[in-house]
């Protein structure tokens, strides 16, 4: 009799209710807004990495300008250089803004958001909107000061779209990376040891200081598997690159075009598959 009655008020309970997209949305912008007071609070985060990026490119970029002079495809080498130096931002401030990670799951409010009824991946996106974000406002602030500097940018409505589309699956995916990293390491301290192997060591084999073809015969082939390579071609193509040179030194092909969306292809599989392993990581690390 008892056993009867337990299953019957098992068949009759309530399923538990959905939770509704407009509260996923409302949720999301919280998280997103919380993402950017933290940022705010921490200069660190908003400065530092454009520091290096700048320097180079007002002071490092004229000075080689000067010795090497125009390049090839009569590309002005500053100019050429100052695009490159957005192969070091970008990974650099996404792996900073990885450190995020850390304060939140240390000291912050992690606990709290797991707890909330929200889908655990806003709490990943939430803070992926935030880095790309605020990268593309440091990015803006390198090419104004390059401009300024004297390098020559010139572009069109769907060249600014390719450089666009380059840089922001750029910064998706390293911070699919930085977030991956963060959610595995055990302590802050290991995460900053692996930040320059990660953010900065492709820099020097992506076409940042000179085209791929330049490097030895091995390395360019492993140059023609790194994101970075593929985005700092498309992004130069879109600004200044106009014949696709460095497009040609990973494809081999004639049609820029058909390149462009190559790597842009490229550069989209890695943004959403660091993004799906990221989630896939926290939320492995927030059952623990």
Same mark, same amino acid.
């Given at each position: 009799?008892?056993?009867?009655?337990?299953?019957?008020?098992?068949?009759?309970?309530?399923?538990?209710?959905?939770?509704?997209?407009?509260?996923?949305?409302?949720?999301?912008?919280?998280?997103?807004?919380?993402?950017?007071?933290?940022?705010?609070?921490?200069?660190?985060?908003?400065?530092?990495?454009?520091?290096?990026?700048?320097?180079?490119?007002?002071?490092?970029?004229?000075?080689?300008?000067?010795?090497?002079?125009?390049?090839?495809?009569?590309?002005?080498?500053?100019?050429?250089?100052?695009?490159?130096?957005?192969?070091?931002?970008?990974?650099?401030?996404?792996?900073?803004?990885?450190?995020?990670?850390?304060?939140?799951?240390?000291?912050?409010?992690?606990?709290?958001?797991?707890?909330?009824?929200?889908?655990?991946?806003?709490?990943?996106?939430?803070?992926?909107?935030?880095?790309?974000?605020?990268?593309?406002?440091?990015?803006?602030?390198?090419?104004?000061?390059?401009?300024?500097?004297?390098?020559?940018?010139?572009?069109?409505?769907?060249? $600014?779209?390719?450089?666009? @589309?380059?840089? #922001?699956?750029? *910064?998706? !995916? &390293?911070?699919?990376? %930085?977030?991956?990293?963060? +959610?595995?390491?055990?302590?802050?301290?290991?995460?900053?040891?692996?930040?320059?192997?990660?953010?900065?060591?492709?820099?020097?084999?992506?076409?940042?200081?000179?085209?791929?073809?330049?490097?030895?015969?091995?390395?360019?082939?492993?140059?023609?598997?790194?994101?970075?390579?593929?985005?700092?071609?498309?992004?130069?193509?879109?600004?200044?690159?106009?014949?696709?040179?460095?497009?040609?030194?990973?494809?081999?092909?004639?049609?820029?075009?058909?390149? $462009?969306?190559?790597?842009? @292809?490229?550069? #989209?599989?890695? *943004?959403? !598959? &660091?993004?799906?392993? %990221?989630?896939?990581?926290? +939320?492995?690390?927030?059952?623990?």
């Amino acid at each position: 009799m008892t056993a009867s009655a337990t299953v019957t008020s098992i068949r009759t309970a309530p399923a538990a209710r959905p939770i509704q997209a407009g509260a996923q949305i409302r949720a999301f912008a919280t998280l997103v807004r919380r993402r950017f007071a933290l940022s705010a609070r921490s200069p660190r985060e908003l400065v530092v990495p454009v520091v290096n990026p700048i320097v180079f490119a007002l002071v490092i970029a004229p000075a080689l300008a000067g010795i090497v002079g125009r390049f090839r495809g009569g590309i002005d080498y500053m100019t050429f250089v100052a695009i490159g130096t957005t192969g070091l931002l970008i990974p650099i401030n996404a792996l900073f803004a990885g450190i995020g990670v850390f304060v939140d799951r240390e000291t912050g409010a992690r606990r709290d958001l797991l707890a909330a009824p929200i889908h655990r991946s806003l709490l990943v996106l939430g803070n992926l909107s935030v880095a790309v974000t605020t990268t593309g406002l440091q990015l803006v602030a390198l090419l104004a000061a390059a401009a300024l500097r004297g390098a020559i940018f010139n572009t069109s409505f769907a060249g $600014a779209l390719w450089f666009v @589309g380059g840089a #922001a699956l750029l *910064a998706i !995916g &390293m911070y699919g990376v %930085a977030e991956t990293l963060a +959610n595995r390491m055990a302590t802050q301290e290991e995460y900053v040891g692996v930040l320059p192997a990660v953010a900065i060591l492709p820099y020097f084999f992506a076409g940042s200081l000179f085209p791929i073809s330049s490097l030895p015969g091995w390395l360019t082939v492993v140059a023609r598997f790194i994101p970075l390579t593929h985005a700092l071609a498309l992004m130069r193509y879109g600004l200044v690159d106009h014949r696709g040179l460095g497009l040609h030194d990973i494809w081999g092909m004639s049609d820029p075009n058909v390149m $462009a969306a190559l790597s842009l @292809g490229v550069l #989209a599989v890695f *943004a959403l !598959g &660091m993004t799906f392993i %990221a989630v896939r990581v926290f +939320n492995k690390a927030a059952v623990h």
